[in-house]
């Protein structure tokens, strides 16, 4: 059983347009929900083997404030075919991986997250908002095995839920 961890990556700042897509920071509400989310998938057990991100400042800059945060020992990869806003492209990226442990988190982008969680289940409508995450879990022996409608949706979990709420992780 594969355990797969889709998380996208927080609140970034728009305010200098002349930042490039890939460089954009988090904004301060950004670094908070990473942070959060990080405490929560410590505080539930759920703690990936293997983090994977796309290349942009963005993402790789949520899931190591989530790592830290969460004090996660787990290894952390940028891998440039994450970089994409293409669900197709996010499913050819992880059948193609080799030697990745059972348990995976991989941070990204929308519609890329959502349109690969969607398939994975069977066609349904899910929505990622920032810094949200997702753990599907898929009935195959090897990331190359993974095919759409192979998934179960174990749960999701908007930011908002923790960081509106006056729930602490100890």
């Known amino acids: ?9 927080a609140k970034s700042d728009w305010s200098d347009t002349s930042v490039p897509d890939q460089e954009r920071p988090l904004t301060h509400r ?24 796309s290349s942009a400042r963005r993402a790789h800059d949520t899931v190591d404030l989530a790592r830290r945060q969460g004090r996660w020992t787990c290894k952390q990869r940028v891998k440039a075919t994450l970089y994409t806003f293409q669900p197709d492209d996010l499913l050819q990226a992880l059948q ?14 929308e519609p890329a997250l959502s349109g690969l969680a969607s398939r994975l289940v069977g066609d349904a409508r899910l929505r990622f908002p920032t810094a949200c995450m ?3 879990d898929i009935d195959v022996g090897d990331w190359s095995d993974v095919i759409p409608g192979a998934g179960e949706l174990r749960w999701l979990m908007p930011p908002k ?9 100890s």
Do not use: C, K, Y
């Open 1 to 9: 059983m594969l355990r797969l961890i889709l998380f996208r990556h």
């Open 30 to 53: 950004g670094i908070r929900a990473a942070r959060t989310m990080g405490e929560f998938l410590t505080a539930i057990g759920q703690v990936p083997e293997l983090a994977l991100t």
């Open 96 to 109: 193609a991986l080799r030697d990745v442990p059972q348990r995976l988190l991989i941070t990204g982008h």
């Open 134 to 136: 997702a753990r599907i």
């Open 161 to 169: 839920l923790l960081t509106r709420s006056d729930i602490h992780f």
